[in-house]
């Protein structure tokens, strides 16, 4: 089945740095990716959507100057957290669909870990 | 935008007891509705998916959820639950045409011995 892989599983960073999570489609191409936060018991929150070749669409509230989202090819994209503050502390996921429609279902990566202290 | 909302937050159930978690969606024209879990550790896995058709939807590992429109309901069920049903399950609807998904609060399950 389609594999998405997300590197790093955890980070820990100190409060100041930038960190870089990659996210990538390992036997699809992936148009579209999405990524995620997760604070601990609660949903999955859309961060933004990230498109091939293009600028992410960022949702409301989520800062683009912070959370700065590479999509350089077909199946990697980038997520950045710069000047990382402990309130970022939190669990990111990316997600991607193997087939182009809109209503297929989404591949997980597990997800990295961001600690900042 | 679509939407979908979770009953229960949290539900603790001994082996072989049965399921229901509850969902509804906001949304009353065409309707694309997903359950997934993630169990302790792991990604999120897609259990099943509503698109058309039979209502009653069967998925993975004994999971099915039953789309009934009068009442906005998506219901995930299950018989005969085992402890490694143990996880947190999510219901999602597509929330726009690029299929970004809109998760619901999320279903804490344990399944005692």
């Known amino acids: 089945g389609a594999v998405v892989s997300q590197h790093p599983s955890w980070v820990i960073c100190k409060s100041g740095t930038s960190v870089k999570i990659e996210c990538r489609s390992l036997?699809?191409?992936?148009?579209?990716m999405f990524w995620y936060r997760q604070f601990p018991k609660q949903s999955l929150m859309l961060m933004a959507t990230?498109?091939?070749?293009?600028?992410?669409?960022?949702e409301q509230g989520v800062e683009k100057d912070k959370f700065l989202i590479n999509h350089a090819s077909l199946t990697l994209s980038t997520l950045t957290v710069t000047s990382a503050h402990p309130e970022d502390s939190s669990f990111y996921i990316c997600s991607a669909r193997s087939e182009n429609q809109y209503n297929s279902p989404l591949h997980f990566g597990n997800g990295t870990r961001l600690t900042v202290t | 935008a679509q939407s979908v909302s979770q009953h229960n937050h949290h539900v603790i159930l001994s082996e072989a007891a049965s399921l229901e978690l509850g969902c509804n969606y906001s949304?009353?024209?065409?309707?694309?509705l997903f359950w997934y879990v993630q169990y302790p550790g792991q990604h999120l896995q897609l259990l099943l998916k509503y698109f058309s058709g039979d209502p009653l939807v069967k998925g993975i590992k004994g999971f099915e959820a039953e789309f009934i429109k009068s009442k906005f309901s998506f219901n995930l069920r299950k018989p005969s639950v085992q402890w490694s049903d143990t996880a947190e399950y999510f219901c999602a609807v597509p929330a726009d045409s690029w299929g970004k998904l809109q998760f619901g609060a999320g279903t804490q399950v344990v399944v005692t011995p």
């Open positions: 990230s498109n091939e070749g293009s600028k992410a669409t960022y």
């Open positions: 949304y009353g024209g065409t309707v694309n």
């Open positions: 036997d699809f191409q992936a148009t579209t």
